[in-house]
């Protein structure tokens, strides 16, 4: 086999890698190339492609290297899980550590708790929703949504629209992040802003990732948006972005159903993804009534 080579993720490498994402079905929300290529700069995300069946990972937090589970099929995963471990042993000269996978990869695996700690990612699980709960916002439990998006859609009867968005729009996208952060203030943590800054930089290059994006647009102002993704495996939309006007009520439960309606109509589930610990985060990703949640989990040899 030959060394390991591992490279920082560039825009002319992404035709190069969505393929692997599908090799072994998940519903994590990192099952798609999406969230990889918007962090690339903010966890130093670097990619490995072995023998042209697998995608290996690593990445850095506070000056330590940690991996990702590989990309590759279930069969495959044993082989490309103890590649990574002598990785880390024989070039980096240190103990594996593996952050954020998923259930059903550490199940096939079946590691020995001799060999390996691991401790449940809490604060990390990500938000499963049914589709079309979200899109018909039917029942009791979606009624005060659906109150808040009445009462967007009387105050602004006829001043308003849905639009897809394109690199083409990145200038009207840069806009109102420059408006929402100044709303923010001192609210904005560095992990917003990184999130701030991976999107500039998708957009900037227009890399094509084969990912949705729409907006609200009142009074031709752009005053919401959210970006995702498709995991056809799953029939499920990962929404990995959503920002909105605060100010106007009911923006953010409209742009949450109407993206949805308009850009993933196929979709049978929903990723929100996870809240970060954040409980305001929390409350709000609980109000839309998750079905399950996608547990992940921390590795480290011992």
Request: aromatic share 14%.
């Amino acid at each position: 086999m030959d060394e390991w080579n591992f490279k920082k993720i560039e825009p002319e490498d992404v035709c190069l890698l969505p393929k692997f994402f599908d090799l072994r079905p998940t519903k994590v929300c990192d099952s798609t190339l999406f969230d990889s290529y918007l962090w690339r700069d903010y966890y130093d995300v670097e990619f490995c492609i072995r023998n042209e069946e697998a995608v290996e990972w690593r990445m850095k937090s506070d000056g330590a290297y940690f991996m990702a589970m590989p990309l590759c099929t279930a069969e495959k995963l044993p082989f490309y899980f103890e590649d990574i471990r002598r990785y880390c042993n024989e070039v980096l000269g240190q103990k594996l550590a593996l952050y954020e996978t998923d259930e059903a990869s550490l199940a096939l695996l079946n590691l020995s708790p001799e060999e390996y700690r691991i401790e449940e990612a809490a604060d990390s699980a990500d938000y499963i929703y049914d589709a079309e709960s979200l899109r018909s916002l039917k029942g009791k439990d979606y009624r005060k949504k659906k109150n808040h998006i009445n009462a967007f859609l009387r105050e602004y009867e006829g001043r308003y629209e849905y639009r897809p968005i394109g690199c083409g729009d990145k200038r009207l996208v840069w806009r109102f992040l420059d408006r929402w952060e100044q709303g923010k203030g001192d609210d904005v943590g560095h992990h917003l802003m990184a999130e701030v800054r991976g999107l500039h930089d998708v957009l900037n290059h227009c890399v094509e990732l084969n990912t949705h994006m729409g907006g609200i647009f009142v009074d031709g102002e752009l005053e919401a948006f959210s970006v995702g993704s498709y995991n056809y495996p799953m029939e499920m939309a990962i929404i990995h972005i959503e920002k909105a006007n605060p100010d106007i009520r009911g923006m953010y439960p409209f742009i949450n159903q109407q993206f949805l309606i308009h850009e993933f109509p196929e979709a049978k589930l929903v990723n929100r993804e996870d809240d970060m610990g954040l409980p305001g985060l929390r409350k709000a990703k609980e109000s839309y009534h998750p079905i399950e949640m996608a547990r992940k989990f921390n590795v480290f040899e011992r």
